[in-house]
């Protein structure tokens, strides 16, 4: 079975006042993106879970715990990566991938939409 694992800031945990998010946005409908997200994994026939980073120090090892298992894709979500004053936490999990997982190709999406889309772009 082909299992993608998502990565993103815990909703709660998102800074809603960055002028770099979407005005509006709240955590209920990023909790409710994900739940679209992971579905679409599902409905594809691929087994999808969400790794629930914070925007600390704690996010390396969170990340590197979900890694001890095998993923065939990996997507890093728009919340870790659009934020201009998140890019520390962007490298972070990133450097936290290719040390986990450096084999596991790893996917962006624009939206929770097509986080799937995302993931297949890069399976066989």
């Not at 815990?10 to 992971?38: H, N, Q, R, W, Y």
């Not at 990133?94 to 995302?118: Q, V, W």
């Amino acid at each position: 079975m082909t299992r993608v694992l998502l990565i993103g800031i815990k909703p709660e945990a998102v800074d809603f006042s960055d002028p770099d998010l979407p005005s509006g946005f709240t955590a209920e409908m990023i909790a409710a993106g994900i739940d679209v997200a992971l579905s679409d994994m599902k409905a594809r026939g691929w087994e999808g879970a969400f790794c629930s980073i914070l925007p600390d120090n704690s996010a390396e090892a969170t990340i590197a715990a979900s890694l001890a298992e095998h993923w065939d894709c990996i997507v890093i979500g728009g919340g870790i990566r659009v934020p201009s004053k998140g890019l520390l936490l962007f490298e972070r999990v990133l450097n936290a991938i290719h040390r986990g997982a450096s084999k596991t190709p790893i996917a962006f999406n624009t939206s929770p939409n097509n986080t799937a889309d995302a993931a297949a772009r890069w399976l066989d």
